[in-house]
């Protein structure tokens, strides 16, 4: 049947909410508050729902377009693949949630509809094997950094000022930007060896572990000083900025701590949580920080 294995359950791995909904709404969290509205609830509820919504349509494109792939691989995130949903119900997931993620684009204005649209466009080409940017080496890492840039910009242009760089907004663009490239780079590393038996491309794959360890380092030097200079300017309070790595670190050590065994394997399964719980508690910091400011 055409809608084959619609369900709650389905929605939600093919959306894969857990890897990325907490990040795109402290993104939200962090744009409105260099625009000075970040007690503007429903502006942080719009905008990061409308993010969220445009990468649940992409997840759930991707895995439509994955799913022969994903079958001969035998691998266990991919619900079409193993044949728990039908394609049909991928494109509705993908579709539904484009729509409400334009719906919601467009009551913010012009400017956050249009970079929506840029994000699911980006997204799109990412994944539609007529083009499949994550099939080119470094265009599929310039596609991640250019999604990691726009949500940000989703609420940091989000004001009736519409498009304004000002001092801090590319700053914090290429903060965003560079950790989405540092994720992806990871991910890339940890599945080397399937990669190059499957002899598949990827930027890791040419550029080499070896030259991407460097790649990989130089990033997060970049990130970390981009960071301390918002802190130096009193752009970011350093309490809730740390409270985004301790918490996300402390979830993996303690994932670590009760199975040693398998340090890879548990690694890159908890380390989307790890991400998101740092980032809920990035932004509960937030909040309190600059509640007390007030």
Known sequence: MLLNGLSVSTFFSLGRLHVYAPICFFSTV?????????????????????????????????????????????????????????????????????????????????????????????????????????????????????????????????SGEGVIWGDQVLPICLIFASANVFAVLIHQLYDYEDDLRANIKTTVIVLGKKATYWTVGGIFFLFTCLIMNEFRLGVFSLIAIMSFPIAAGGLILLSLVFSPERPIRISKRIVPWAVNTGAAAAIIMWYLVEGLRD
């Open 30 to 158: 962090v744009g409105l508050d260099i625009t000075d509205r970040l007690w503007e609830f429903a502006a942080l509820f719009t905008i990061g729902l409308a993010n969220t919504l445009a990468l649940v349509a992409t997840c759930a494109f991707n895995d439509v377009e994955d799913a022969y792939d994903d079958m001969s691989a035998r691998t266990t995130r991919n619900v079409i693949a193993q044949g728990k949903a039908s394609r049909g119900v991928g494109y509705l997931v993908a579709s539904v949630a484009t729509a409400l993620s334009i719906i919601l684009a467009i009551i913010n204005g012009v400017t956050v509809c249009l970079i929506i649209l840029a994000i699911l466009v980006t997204t799109f080409l990412y994944s539609w094997r007529c083009v499949r940017l994550k099939s080119i080496p470094f265009l599929d890492v310039l596609a991640h950094a250019v999604t990691g840039g726009l949500i940000f910009l989703s609420s940091a242009w989000s």
